[in-house]
């Protein structure tokens, strides 16, 4: 098995010096954005819009990516080109570079552009089949005005918090509310609930990431007939819900059965979320960018 090849700045490396200064603002600061993207079957799913969240995060905190949309698109497949990879998570990091240790980042003179791409080490598939349980966390969004959640920062403490938490509860996601107490989202997945068939997920200004999976599952609810908006809901509405579900890059779609203790519907995966999980495993294989463009989508020999 050849060494990973990690793309770090201006050429791929070996994994192992794939080093980057403690000087780095990304390291001092969490200065820096990133995004988490997968591969299916050599299609990168939804490439461009991950893309353009990255350029918007960056935008937001002022920081210039060194390398147009396109060709930071083309490095990302040549990572997986290089790699030998149809089937991958991905990571592109932009942080603001190395600078001296005061928090200016005018002192960085350039930022790092990291890409990593990996084997992906899938959520056990019975979780799918059974469910998950989740609790509510005493760890709050930020809020929007102060540090949008919408930017996909380097700055992850307010969902370690959340998954701190839910290591200590002995589940594997939790439920984090915004500062009026409003369903936000996971630690790293957006919620949806269904409730007399009808789809309803927090807007973008409750707090969270317009993640997304979450608007892939939007469009195939719309697209298959089922009434899908956005909307404002606390946790007596998910403990009410008839299905619940948490979308994500590595969680995919993945119903939620048990809430605070509450059963939500039977305790089982519910129809119209088993159908989402299903439509939406059925077009990440086609939506998005190919890493072997034309009619030869394996891999080269
Ligand atoms: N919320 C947060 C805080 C996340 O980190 C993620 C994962 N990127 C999501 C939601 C889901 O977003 P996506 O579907 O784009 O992976």
Excluded at 5 to 23: E, G, T
Excluded at 214 to 240: C, K, W
């Amino acid at each position: 098995m050849t060494e990973q090849l990690i793309y770090l700045n201006d050429r791929f490396v070996n994994k192992k010096d794939a080093l980057v200064s403690v000087y780095d603002h990304g390291f001092l600061y969490g200065d820096g954005v990133f995004e988490g993207i997968r591969a299916y079957e050599g299609n990168v799913f939804r490439l461009d819009e991950h893309i353009d969240r990255l350029y918007d995060s960056a935008k937001s905190i002022m920081l210039s990516v060194p390398f147009t949309k396109e060709e930071l698109s083309e490095l990302t497949v040549e990572t997986l080109k290089r790699n030998q990879l149809n089937d991958a998570y991905i990571r592109i990091v932009v942080s603001r570079g190395v600078g001296n240790l005061g928090l200016d980042p005018s002192s960085c003179r350039r930022p790092q552009v990291i890409i990593i791409a990996e084997q992906l080490s899938l959520f056990p598939k019975a979780l799918y089949e059974t469910g998950i349980e989740i609790v509510t966390v005493a760890t709050r969004r930020n809020r929007s005005d102060v540090l949008s959640p919408k930017v996909k920062s380097l700055n992850y403490l307010n969902n370690i918090l959340v998954r701190i938490e839910a290591n200590l509860a002995g589940v594997s996601e939790a439920l984090m509310l915004n500062d009026q107490g409003y369903v936000a989202e996971g630690s790293a997945d957006n919620v949806f609930i269904i409730k007399n068939g009808e789809i309803l997920t927090p807007p973008g200004y409750v707090g969270a990431l317009e993640g997304i999976t979450r608007n892939a599952v939007m469009e195939i609810a719309s697209g298959l007939g089922f009434p899908v908006r956005e909307q404002v809901f606390t946790r007596h509405d998910v403990y009410v819900a008839d299905e619940m579900f948490l979308t994500g890059t590595a969680a995919e779609v993945i119903s939620v059965v048990k809430v605070d203790g509450r059963t939500i519907g039977d305790g089982t995966p519910g129809e119209l979320t088993k159908k989402l999980l299903k439509e939406f495993r059925k077009t990440v294989t086609t939506d998005g960018t190919k890493v072997y463009p034309a009619h030869d989508n394996t891999l080269p020999q």
